[in-house]
């Protein structure tokens, strides 16, 4: 559902150790010698990145690496570089422009997507295909789509709790953060409900990255190519008041969208749609466990709120948790189509570029003690969901999603607590997406709020 933020790329880190290039890094001119360059993509460094982020921002603003994949790129880590680049006309999102070789350009994007021809999606195209697809869809995302959708969120968020609030301990991850925009974004599609099962195993699949069988990814995408392209199929014959059948009658009437993009599009909203969710509810909640007294405040301002589930706090809070350790480590790749100049760095033509959105909003030049986790703060205008024409198209819905989940656990679940020891927790591999593998949790076992329901029926 993203425009901006989008699926994590495939590469976890390979082992808990420098890359050679950033052992060999030195010190550029004016920076402390005595200081070593940080120690990039290692497991340490995706439990905790913000250090490091911190040491780039001050001596290499915009820094040239070697990721583990292999490929180069730049990466862009003070705010106001990073909001410059990002609507920058000149830094292109066809990976077509990228300078390297066919199998170079093969390691960026979203794995699995150029053999299931799935390119020609929002995340891969410049203006004007990107404006006309972006128009097609962006009509179900609108603020009154996602107000009327709301209500099912909602009944999602406490189907989900109910499945486990009697157990008095959950995955947070596995039985809310991951299955809920799932299930959300398969309604806004139009996928029936007997099918959003194979939906869930084959996002599950790519959320793990490294974690799965080997080709386990590229085989999922596969699938779920094979099942949307059947559904659009099904959607002409017998359409519905669904974003996919909205995308054929669009087409229909005269917008030109090919069978392969409107693929490509369902399968990037269901894919980029998701992730970015998990990891706000998971990211966001950890750091509600991990600041008792931030977690205490919001409690309290919601069961103050005249209205269930909403609150001045809600609001702030949300926005910063996005800006403290947002879902989106890393925007996803650019390429310069001509020379040029950022942040006092030549960026020739041809050369990926990746704007470190987690490290911008870290950024002290812009945000006022920046490593503290503040709900009310007012000045927030962070790039959690990117910024421009690629701005996230699917925030609403998102923003939707984590502030029902988070409240109903704050609700429902008044004692929620840290079940592991954080040094135990673990972070998923790969640049882009930012989020936890499992956050274990324990509270006093509740009741469920519809007895008899069960899953089977989302």
Not at 43 to 49: G, I, K, L, R, Y
Request: proline fraction near 9%; hydrophobic fraction near 40%; charge should be negative.
């Amino acid at each position: 559902m993203n425009d901006s933020p989008a699926p994590s790329t495939p590469e976890p880190p390979a082992c808990p150790h420098a890359t050679p290039q950033e052992e060999a890094a030195a010190a550029p001119d004016g920076a402390d010698s005595a200081t070593p360059a940080p120690e990039l993509f290692t497991w340490e460094f995706a439990t905790d990145p913000y250090p490091a982020y911190a040491w780039l921002r001050e001596h290499r603003p915009v820094h040239r690496t070697v990721l583990p994949s292999g490929v180069e790129a730049w990466l862009v880590t003070r705010y106001g570089d990073a909001k410059q680049a990002l609507a920058d006309t000149r830094l292109s999102k066809n990976p077509a422009h990228h300078a390297e070789s066919p199998h170079a350009k093969g390691k960026t994007g979203i794995p699995g997507e150029r053999k299931a021809e799935l390119m020609t999606h929002l995340l891969n195209i410049d203006p004007p295909d990107h404006t006309r697809l972006r128009r097609l869809v962006s009509k179900a995302f609108t603020p009154r789509r996602v107000a009327e959708f709301a209500p099912r969120v909602q009944e999602l968020t406490d189907r989900l709790i109910d499945a486990f609030v009697e157990e008095g301990k959950a995955d947070l991850i596995h039985d809310l953060a991951f299955p809920l925009p799932i299930y959300a974004i398969c309604d806004l599609l139009g996928v029936p409900e007997e099918d959003q099962d194979d939906f869930r195993d084959w996002a599950g699949m790519m959320i793990r990255h490294g974690g799965g069988p080997r080709g386990g990814v590229a085989r999922s995408v596969k699938k779920m190519r094979g099942y949307l392209a059947e559904l659009i199929h099904r959607k002409r014959e017998n359409p519905g008041d669904d974003l996919i059948s909205g995308l054929i009658r669009a087409s229909d009437h005269g917008e030109h969208l090919t069978e392969n993009e409107a693929a490509a599009m369902a399968f990037i909203l269901l894919f980029a749609g998701f992730e970015t969710t998990v990891n706000l509810i998971g990211n966001g909640m950890y750091a509600l466990l991990r600041h008792p007294g931030q977690r205490s405040r919001l409690q309290a301002s919601l069961e103050a709120s005249p209205v269930p589930g909403e609150s001045e706090l809600l609001d702030t809070g949300i926005e910063e948790l996005l800006r403290y350790d947002g879902p989106v480590e890393m925007a996803t790749w650019r390429y310069a189509t001509e020379p040029l100049t950022l942040g006092g760095e030549e960026i020739a033509a041809g050369d990926p570029v990746l704007v470190v959105l987690a490290a911008a909003d870290r950024d002290p030049e812009r945000f006022d003690d920046p490593d503290t986790l503040d709900l009310a703060r007012r000045d927030n205008q962070h790039l959690g969901y990117g910024h421009g024409i690629h701005y996230c198209l699917g925030a609403p819905l998102a923003r939707l999603e984590g502030r029902t989940a988070l409240a109903t656990l704050l609700r429902r679940l008044p004692d929620l607590r840290l079940a592991a020891d954080p040094a135990d927790l673990r972070w998923r591999g790969g640049l882009i997406m930012r989020g936890l593998r499992t956050l274990p949790v324990a509270f006093e076992p509740g009741e469920p709020t519809a007895k008899g329901d069960s899953l089977s029926t989302l």
